[in-house]
């Protein structure tokens, strides 16, 4: 048996405000995340390219997405990726890769919309999953990961070590 992972973890600002609809007895939440990377160029030109991102939460997860989240908010989201394919009314097949959220940390508070990583005096509000084995972890534990996730942003990408203590789960 062949071993497989799909894993998606980004770290991103919220591109708009989460869709909530019921799908069956359950609700599912729809929002973008951008991600950015910046680098120089042989000519040493800064360089800036911006990803978006479509994410899905399913049912708990996607209340505390339509409760805390907000345009501009920074987020970590953890989850797999998901393509979807349909045929248009042009009769091309057009496809939709999404993150099927499993776990979302705010960095940043609603109060500090595009204020970029949660400071030392802000606090990672929610800590959130699907799964029912999954454990919030602690304020403190949240303030380490969002202080690691900052030091390691800073460093070029050479230098930046991550261990699986850095790991936010």
Known sequence: MAFSL?????IGNLTRDPEVRMAGASKV???GVATSRSWLDPAGQKQEKTEFHNIIAWRKLAEICEMYLKKGMKVYIEGRLQTSDW?????????????????MIMLSRKDQVGGGVASSNATASVVAGNSESSFPASEERAQRNIKKVEEAADKPAQEAEISIDDLPF
Not at 6 to 10: L, P, T, V
Not at 87 to 103: H, L, P
């Open 6 to 10: 799909n894993r998606a973890q980004i």
């Open 29 to 31: 939440a729809s929002f």
């Open 87 to 103: 045929e248009g009314k042009d009769g091309v097949k057009r496809y939709r890769t999404e993150i099927i959220a499993e776990n």
